[in-house]
């Protein structure tokens, strides 16, 4: 390991060389490669965490540069997790990167998400979120929740014990009750912000620090931060039946 490269965060005591070792030793998935996967797989890549793995089943399209860190455009019409795994490589030949290019369904989430010792959420839609939050209590990862749309996001860290994700929202909230960046539009700035946030409570978890308990909500226009406490539903489908699977209510 170069120590040069980590030196700023080694001199933090909230990490350190015992922490900077524990992150070379980690391993991360980032679900999603648009302007939250884009950031916050720089960040994980950059911070020295060991394997870093992006998946996403998306091409790059020109409206996605606006927010999508990672891709120029000659990057257009390829594979996401191909040109971020190309373009990280360049940033850190030190760690692993793979980028995989596929659609996570409930059938092959468990294979893409177990061995990781957290998951990062940067999909865009709660019907994935649901399946992130099935097979990391499943299968006992740690994952960070994050949303961005508009000019606001929400972040949650979530242990497989709970509370869970379900445990804040019990059922998939109707598609028209939770619109996406392509129906009205972000701040290009706010992904950054949402990415950074999760990423910390990624590298918390990874640290084996305590992670933030509050929904954080944050709207990068006001200048909003808000934190709501999140209590475990002790019939949550997931979390405490561990009935897993089950978005029909
Ligand atoms: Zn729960």
């Known amino acids: 390991m170069n120590q040069d490269r980590y030196s700023r965060q080694v001199l933090l005591k909230e990490i350190g060389i015992d922490g900077q070792r524990k992150l070379s030793e980690a391993s991360a998935v980032v679900m999603g490669c648009g302007a939250l996967g884009t950031h916050s797989s720089s960040l994980l890549a950059r911070a020295g965490v060991g394997e870093v793995t992006i998946l996403d089943r998306d091409v790059v399209d020109i409206t996605n540069l606006q927010r999508q860190t990672l891709f120029g455009e000659d990057a257009v019409g390829q594979p996401k997790a191909e040109v971020a795994e190309r373009q990280l490589r360049q940033v850190n030949s030190e760690i692993a990167i793979r ?16 061995g ?3 998951v990062v959420d940067a999909t865009d839609n709660m019907k994935a979120r649901f399946v992130i939050n099935d097979a990391c209590v499943k299968l006992g ?8 749309v508009g000019t606001s996001g929400m972040v949650l860290a979530v242990h497989p014990e709970g509370p869970c994700l379900r445990c804040v929202f019990p ?3 109707p598609r028209e009750a939770t619109p996406t960046c392509d129906e009205v539009g972000i701040v290009n700035t706010l992904p950054s912000v949402v990415a ?4 910390t409570e990624a590298l918390k978890v990874l640290l084996g620090e305590r992670t933030t308990p509050e929904l954080m909500i944050v709207d990068v226009w006001s200048g909003d ?6 209590a475990k539903n002790k019939s949550c489908v997931t979390c405490a039946r561990h009935e897993f699977y089950r978005f029909d209510g």
């Open 225 to 230: 931060l808000d934190k709501i406490r999140v």
């Open 141 to 148: 990862v740690p994952w960070v929740y994050g949303g961005a």
């Open 196 to 199: 950074s946030i999760e990423v």
């Open 171 to 173: 059922t998939l909230p």
């Open 99 to 114: 980028g995989v290019v596929v659609d996570v369904t409930p059938e092959n989430v468990e294979g893409l998400l177990s």
């Open 116 to 118: 990781a010792d957290v």
